[in-house]
């Protein structure tokens, strides 16, 4: 039996899987803040596929996208004292395949990114977080440069802005950024920002200053740096960077990106050199400096984040393990705490509020 009691030195957070709904696909997991030590405090089956998860901002609510060809949006209740879930809500995203799940800061609404079909939804949240309606069902149209990926629209992420008034896409087949107007949960577009043919677009961050954005490039293993305007929901790009180094490989494929809370430092993950890459922020210009690339003791780290306390958990989806770095408070640096856990394909590190 899993122990349901956490402890005054532990720090937790669910974790998103590729298992199917006849198994545990949601587990949440605690980690010791001082030694990065991982167990598993309980878990959650009935979902297939489970490849990304959000909570609502009051904690109470966690929202899972299962990644399948009917897409859905599944809603939890949180236990207040043990953080169990239990299933409270199911809607169809009248989309394919549904790998990125997002809220706004107030609780209002949940924005979901259908990779497959191309497609993005707003679902508006009533006072308790419960999805009520799809307000807003967005389909995507065209091709990339990429005839072998970017045969069509594929919608990878969609991150509401902080004062709600933006909605942003990153659209891997389309090789552009999507901004959307947001109205009382209908999308209308406000511009396209195109990015290098080829590259495909999959993650943004926002940095702490808000003054400054990033985006993670798929298909070329670069990121994006960006300028950012709050007020106007515009970004202007300032330069590329890759995101590998001498630990390269045949293939590569960038997954995931963060800032960390001070603002100096920039994580992102490669799959096939199976790394993951720090680089110093210029504050005032947003220049990245490449300073290192660390492997992720596993493959296929598809997603991590940064913890309270200082640590970085990552995903190794090829090798079912979560693994714990220490990060430097003053570097930035990774180091390894020595511990890992075995999980069957993690592909997402959602921390409890």
């Known amino acids: 039996m899993n122990e349901q009691v956490q402890r005054a030195d532990e720090v937790l957070f669910y974790t998103g899987t590729y298992s199917t709904a006849e198994e545990p696909s949601i587990f949440l997991i605690a980690a010791n803040k001082e030694t990065g030590q991982m167990r598993v405090m309980n878990q959650m089956d009935g979902i297939g596929q489970p490849s990304f998860v959000a909570l609502h901002p009051s904690g109470e609510k966690l929202y899972a996208v299962s990644e399948k060809g009917e897409g859905e949006l599944f809603t939890y209740q949180v236990d207040a004292s043990t953080k169990q879930l239990h299933l409270i809500d199911r809607k169809s995203t009248e989309g394919a395949d549904p790998c990125y799940v997002s809220v706004d800061v107030e609780g209002r609404y949940v924005f979901v990114a259908n990779y497959s079909s191309g497609s993005v939804n707003v679902f508006r949240l009533d006072d308790s ?201 003053d570097t930035g640096r990774l180091s390894k705490t020595g511990f890992e856990l075995e999980l069957q394909s993690p592909v997402c590190i959602e921390p409890l509020k």
């Open 129 to 329: 977080g419960l999805p009520v309606e799809m307000s807003a069902k967005i389909q995507h149209v065209g091709e990339g440069f990429r005839k072998d990926r970017q045969e069509g629209p594929h919608a990878h992420s969609i991150l509401p802005s902080a004062n709600g008034n933006f909605v942003y896409v990153c659209d891997l087949g389309l090789d552009q950024l999507i901004v959307y107007r947001n109205e009382d949960g209908k999308l209308s577009t406000h511009y396209e920002l195109k990015l290098p043919a080829g590259s495909g677009p999959r993650h943004l961050v926002i940095h702490p200053s808000e003054k400054l954005a990033y985006v993670v490039n798929e298909l070329n293993s670069t990121v994006t740096a960006m300028t950012y305007n709050k007020n106007r929901g515009e970004f202007q790009i300032t330069h590329h960077i890759s995101t590998r180094g001498e630990m390269k490989q045949d293939e590569n494929t960038g997954a995931d990106i963060r800032v960390s809370p001070c603002g100096r430092f920039l994580y992102a993950s490669n799959r096939g050199d199976d790394t993951i890459s720090l680089f110093h922020i210029n504050e005032e210009t947003g220049e990245l400096t490449a300073i290192e690339q660390v492997s992720t003791g596993g493959k296929t780290p598809r997603n991590f984040n940064l913890l309270e306390g200082g640590l970085l958990i990552a995903a190794n989806q090829g090798t079912n393990n979560l693994v714990s770095f220490r990060i430097d408070r």
